[in-house]
């Protein structure tokens, strides 16, 4: 099976980074080919660099609050240019109830303080090892 | 206590050696020698749990002994308020005044955290601290398409001068003391706000307050900027320059290593990256041809307190020392004030668990003990839901009352720095101190702070102790209570959150009035003449000034000096 491609995106003007890197560098290490953004991108920055780098997963790391905004505007622009094939995934300060809605409007899971990278590891790799087997 | 003299910069943990030779070793030190190799061997022979036993990638000894303690001589301890000040910069520690107890707060409009403050000072609070949003923060105003989602969500929405009247609105500038943290656009939040008392015919000399405005530590890890490197420098030295004569008692920068720490570095890289950076701010003002003892009296520090209780009293007694030192030896200072730091400080954040957040009440105890055992000028208590969203009137109370039962019952405050001659606090104060020299060495071979920034040394220093810690986290070598031992399966504990209204259309609603009511012309006036100043080596601030008395708006303003400066670009690695 091909490595699975990730981008791991800082959206909007959140300059936490300690936890995208972090997982980031877990990510890599656990075989996947990772692709950082940076700091401080626009929906429209990553729902383009998601294209052209034909990533299957997108990690959004926000701990500012704007997680209602940002995160389905990123799921939009990806469906515009047909690409909602890809896995929306990500973390940060997040209250339960806004994970629900997330994921009722089809994120994948959003991933809270604490969390260990084991479990994001496990998590894109079993949806990636399962998009595979219906692909094929 | 036995005082062993062992000289100056001599780590502790040298039981075999004397430094001194052993032809001065007395019946008494030979005495506890032969004890300690006892206690050795008993010790080396016994079976021990299997952990990591500090937070930093430095072993402590399992004990301490007159033999560790260096630096308990008359030159490195003398009395309190005395340099180089390791046990405090004032003759009274707390016995003359207590701490100021600063809660950080902001969130929504101007007006909901006016609210909030007001609040506070009912509930004994000693002064102010403004938490401002992301766009804020980076100098967007709540109207910008790039504040989209972002307005009033993480601190308060501040656009023009305007908006700062309303959030100071019914409190006497005069007569409070406010912290800003504010760095990017440090300048312009501060002109806004001398603008503002201004208009209520106070004096910019008569206010009292601190500006973060420290830019080197977001380029290393917080991460809110405006322009490159060599210009946002040369606006905190505008700063300096200006303030000493207008705002004398003004902090004119908190140069601050809680961002730092709270990216993932150690204690002493805490100490050592803070500090070097502190080194640079005076490098730059000198270099302007100020007189360091000019501005230096207004330079504030801010520490990040985290878990490891003796290291973080052991780093702030460190802290006063080393600044102490340079400043007075390396850079000439002969104005005692100079070489007195003066901090805040705030339990780390990062230590909050999302699990269990009751417990993090015992966290911001424990850490809130330590900050006052250290010596701090005020301090920030976290409260127990912070992981989970902005704190609740409820949980900042708690965090509140956490600082004045330390303050008013524990007695921790009776003494001066009670944990002074203690053989463990000593020897880790000097053992901080010597390995922050050493990362200064490191620092000055790869070219300065500012080299180090712009090639990434720095940032990986802090990204490798963050994926270090992370990776003793997941194999259990450092233990987080209800995260990774004594996890518990019942549901989360229900806490309200605190909830924050549309203030994105109150912002844009009050911004399309201002720019409808205000003089437009005399806006473009200003602006021109502050990127025309930018071009010049003039000092900016007076034009800042007189941008905020004319209510431009905050990105107005950044914009102007932008067309000249340009925007900083990150490095981006991982």
Known sequence: MRPVRVLVAKPGLDGHDRGAKVVAAALRDAGMEVIYTGLHQTPEMIATAAVQEDVDVIGLSILSGAHMT??????????????????????GIIPKEDMEALTARGIGRLFGPGTPTSELVGYIKGWFAEREKQEA | MTTVKTGPKSAGGSIDAPENGASEDTAEMAKLRAEVEDWRRRY??????????????????????????????????????????TRGIHPTGYRGRLWTMRQFAGFGSARDTNARYKFLLAQGQTGLSVAFDFP?????????????????????????????????????LDQVSTSMTINGPAVIL???????????????????GTIQNDILK????????CFPIEPALRLIVDCFEWSATHAPQWNTISISGYHIREAGATAAQELAFTLADGFTYVERGIARGLDVDSFAPRLSFFWDIHNDFFEEISKLRAARRIWARHMKERYGAKDPRSWMMRFHSQTAGVTLTAQQPMNNIVRVAYQAMAAVLGGTQSLHTNSMDETLALPTEESVQVALRTQQILAYESGVPNVIDPLGGSYYVEALTTQLENEAESLFKQIEEIGGVVRGLETGWLQRKINESAARQQWEIEQHRRVIVGVNEFVTDEPELKIELLKIGDTEQHQREGLAKLRAERDGDLVKKRLVELSAAAKTTENLIPHILDCARAYCTLYEIRAAMEEVFGAYREPVFF
């Open chain 1, 70 to 91: 940002l995160i389905p505007r990123v799921q939009d622009l990806l469906r515009e240019q047909g690409r909602d094939d890809v896995l929306i995934t990500g973390g």
């Open chain 2, 44 to 85: 080396s022979k016994a079976e021990l749990r299997d952990i990591a036993f500090t937070n930093s990638a430095r072993e402590v000894q399992p004990l301490y002994t007159p033999l560790d303690a260096a630096e308990t001589g008359a030159d490195a301890l003398p009395a309190p308020g005395s340099y180089p000040y």
């Open chain 2, 136 to 172: 804020t923060l980076m100098g967007y105003d709540s109207d910008h398409a790039r504040s989209e989602g972002e307005v009033g969500k993480c601190g308060v929405a501040i656009s023009s001068m305007a908006d700062m009247e309303t959030l100071f609105d019914g409190i006497p």
């Open chain 2, 190 to 208: 501060y002109c806004f706000y001398i603008a503002a008392a201004e208009k209520h015919g106070i004096d910019s000399t008569k206010l009292r």
């Open chain 2, 218 to 225: 977001e380029y290393m890890a917080q991460h809110a900027w």
